[in-house]
Nanobody
């Protein structure tokens, strides 16, 4: 069973930055991709960014040029650097890890962008 521990959420002013981290642990697994999703109040969960084991990345149009996803394979950790944050980025951000057999979700970390 894979456990995911997310960190880095919080309150930030518009235009500010935050860095989210998600570390995977537990059992033996081969990670094929890692990503971040978000869910704002009253909205469906949506993909923010995804990175494969080959470091191919995919971003939602709304965050392109502002957010950067990266991973440390040695630590089984994925990061999301968020710059130029906007109020509409306010949401619970969830880490997702895909292995050859299953996918796993983190519990989520709240990001609030407000002045």
């Amino acid at each position: 069973q894979v456990q995911l521990v997310e960190s880095g959420g919080g309150l930030v002013q518009p235009g500010g930055s935050l860095r989210l981290s998600c570390a995977a642990s537990g059992g033996r697994f081969s990670i094929t991709a890692m990503g971040w999703y978000r869910q704002a109040p009253g909205k469906q969960r949506e993909l923010v960014a995804l990175i494969t084991s080959g470091t191919t990345t995919n971003y939602a149009d709304s965050v392109k040029g502002r957010f950067t996803i990266s991973r440390d394979n040695a630590k089984d950790t994925v990061y999301l650097q968020m710059n130029s944050l906007k109020p509409e980025d306010t949401a619970v951000y969830y880490c997702k890890v895909l292995t050859s057999a299953m996918h796993y979700w983190g519990k989520g970390t709240l990001v609030t962008v407000s002045s």
